[in-house]
């Protein structure tokens, strides 16, 4: 580990976690704002859908009879609850703190991204009168989530992806078709997930009497991040009780830090939120570093002073990376999911407010905790979780053997196979 990223982490480490006068539910306010971030920023013509949409949802979260729609899929259907893992090997060999893994990989579909999917899908279903669902992915995992719930509802649905994409995630484009999804290429702009939400959003001003758009990070205007957040807080709701119950594989007690990966920062704000009263527990998002700050071909918003600054972008403000005339930077990851210029602006807030705290692992670094997971615990991750497990690398040996770190194993790695092979070679 380079002097710079250790003296990044030893400053994390002392960080104090929370200050106990910010209230955690008071946001978004009704305009959907969190603190400066947030917000609706769309056309004219895009305000009564969401206008509907935040009805519609607000209506659901209290409707007995949609939420024991919703529980008994996410049971039946999703598998849930998603098992809680002790990596016992892995925290051996970095001999520090005990490290948990909450296997989202686990979930139907093979990520998080389902119970966002699934929940939105039931809520068009049910309380709206629109037929048809329109999606950007980057990984392919929300796209191939949106597949899955469409066909499972019977919903007509489009999936806008990147043509970058599409080459560097080849299985998920034929697992979306073979759910009866169109996928569309993209290949304006970096080809990646920004340009697939450009043309989502075009889809979607063009035919929004009859179609729902089917966002998949905490990202995009009011109510967007805050009812993707809710959808995603599943994860956090199990890992909570899990952790403090030994027959559900916990250590009998909360983590001491929860380490998740940021891309939009749907898992990240999912596996957070529960947490967020618990003041002993750091809360770390864990952002692409791609070839390093220095070089700019990254994805860290938050890390790089220069071009991470306050921005709009698609619907929402936030921290975004953006040249000196705001233009928005390209980006790079090794990972498609995390290669976004922008971020959840709940994620801004909470930063801002020292509740959570945001890193960044590098290509190389995240390979290291791919590979790591692989060899030790015989679980292949999504590179975008791996960019998490990179960062343990780091953080558990310098916690001690009692404390504790749960990782949130977004996704599974079976769509990254391509990538990987190309990167470090099949038989290494
Ligand atoms: C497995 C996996 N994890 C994480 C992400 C990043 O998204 P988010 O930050 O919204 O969780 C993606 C995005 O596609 C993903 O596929």
């Given at each position: 580990?380079?002097?710079?990223?250790?003296?990044?982490?030893?400053?994390?480490?002392?960080?104090?976690?929370?200050?106990?006068?910010?209230?955690?539910?008071?946001?978004?306010?009704?305009?959907?704002?969190?603190?400066?971030?947030?917000?609706?920023?769309?056309?004219?013509?895009?305000?009564?859908?969401?206008?509907?949409?935040?009805?519609?949802?607000?209506?659901?979260?209290?409707?007995?009879?949609?939420?024991?729609?919703?529980?008994?899929?996410?049971?039946?259907?999703?598998?849930?609850p998603t098992p809680l893992t002790y990596a016992r090997r892995l925290s051996e060999e970095l001999g520090g703190a005990q490290i948990y893994l909450k296997r989202e990989d686990l979930a139907h579909s093979g990520a998080h991204k389902i119970n966002n999917a699934l929940g939105q899908a039931l809520l068009m279903k049910r309380k709206m009168g629109k037929t048809r669902i329109v999606a950007e992915t980057g990984a392919g995992q929300h796209g191939v989530a949106t597949a899955t719930a469409a066909a499972l509802l019977g919903i007509g649905c489009i999936v806008y992806m990147g043509t970058v994409d599409m080459e560097r995630q080849k299985?998920?484009?034929?697992?979306?078709?073979?759910?009866g999804t169109e996928v569309r290429a993209v290949d304006s702009g970096s080809q990646t997930l920004k340009d697939a939400i450009n043309e989502a959003i075009r889809d979607w001003v063009t035919n929004v009497e009859t179609t729902h758009y089917l966002l998949g990070s905490a990202l995009g205007p009011h109510p967007y991040?805050?009812?993707?957040?809710?959808?995603?807080?599943?994860?956090?709701?199990?890992?909570?009780?899990?952790?403090?119950?030994?027959?559900?594989?916990?250590?009998?007690?909360?983590?001491?830090?929860?380490?998740?990966?940021?891309?939009?920062?749907?898992?990240?704000?999912?596996?957070?939120?529960?947490?967020?009263?618990?003041?002993?527990v750091r809360l770390i998002g864990v952002e692409a570093g791609g070839h390093g700050i220095e070089d700019g071909a990254h994805a860290a918003r938050f890390a790089d002073p220069e071009r991470g600054r306050l921005g709009v972008l698609q619907g929402t403000k936030s921290y975004v990376l953006q040249d000196s005339d705001g233009q928005i930077a390209l980006t790079h990851s090794i990972s498609a999911g995390l290669d976004y210029a922008s971020v959840g602006p709940e994620h801004a807030w909470l930063r801002d407010v020292g509740r959570s705290e945001y890193t960044y692992c590098t290509d190389?670094?995240?390979?290291?905790?791919?590979?790591?997971?692989?060899?030790?615990?015989?679980?292949?991750?999504?590179?975008?979780?791996?960019h998490a497990i990179g960062y343990v690398l780091e953080l558990a040996p310098q916690m001690a053997k009692d404390q504790v770190i749960l990782v949130n194993l977004s996704g599974r790695g079976d769509k990254d196979l391509g990538t990987v092979m190309q990167t470090i070679g099949g038989d290494s």
């Open positions: 580990m380079g002097a710079r990223r250790q003296t990044e982490c030893e400053e994390l480490m002392t960080l104090s976690t929370t200050s106990t006068t910010v209230n955690f539910s008071a946001v978004p306010d009704e305009t959907g704002r969190f603190g400066p971030y947030g917000g609706k920023y769309v056309p004219e013509t895009l305000m009564p859908a969401l206008d509907e949409l935040e009805e519609a949802y607000l209506n659901a979260r209290i409707d007995k009879e949609f939420m024991a729609e919703l529980a008994h899929l996410q049971h039946t259907y999703v598998g849930r299985p998920n484009v034929f697992r979306m078709q073979l759910l991040p805050a009812m993707v957040r809710d959808f995603q807080s599943i994860i956090g709701l199990e890992a909570h009780s899990q952790m403090q119950d030994p027959a559900e594989g916990g250590p009998g007690r909360l983590p001491d830090a929860i380490v998740a990966c940021v891309g939009g920062g749907s898992n990240a704000i999912g596996i957070f939120h529960p947490f967020l009263e618990e003041e002993s190389t670094q995240t390979l290291e905790g791919f590979k790591a997971l692989c060899e030790l615990e015989g679980i292949i991750p999504a590179l975008e979780s791996a």
